[in-house]
C-alpha cells in the first residue's frame, strides 16, 4: 500500500477547492470593475461566492474526470476489501459456532 501518496479523494477535494478559488477571484474582480453587475444591496459577498459556484461545478465536471474516476476506483477497492475481511470474519465465527 502506498502510504506517502496522497489519497485520490484529498487530491480531488483539493482540486475542487483549488478551481473554486480561482473562480472566486475572478469573479471578485469582474464585479469589483463592474464587468459582472453587483449583487443588490448589500449582497456583494453572497453574490459573488454563488456566481463562483455556479461556475466552478461544471468546469470541476469537466477538468476533474480524471481525479473523479480514481477516486471512485479507490472508494470501491476500499469497500470490496472491507467487505472480504467482514466475509472472512464471519466464516471464521461459522466455523467456531459448528
Not at 468546469?59 to 467487505?83: G, H, N, P
Request: glycine share 8%; with cysteine.
Amino acid at each position: 500500500m502506498s502510504a506517502a501518496k496522497p489519497g485520490a479523494t484529498i487530491q480531488y477535494t483539493m482540486a475542487r477547492i483549488g478551481i473554486f478559488m480561482g473562480c472566486l477571484v475572478l469573479v471578485a474582480v469582474l464585479v469589483h470593475f463592474g464587468i459582472v453587475p453587483k449583487g443588490l444591496g448589500g449582497s456583494d459577498a453572497i453574490w459573488t461566492i454563488l456566481l463562483a459556484l455556479v461556475i466552478s461545478a461544471p468546469l470541476s465536471f469537466v477538468l476533474l474526470r480524471k481525479q473523479r474516476d480514481q477516486m471512485s476506483e479507490q472508494i470501491v477497492a476500499k469497500v470490496d476489501r472491507t467487505k472480504a475481511k467482514l466475509e472472512a470474519n464471519r466464516s471464521q465465527e461459522d466455523g467456531v459456532t459448528q
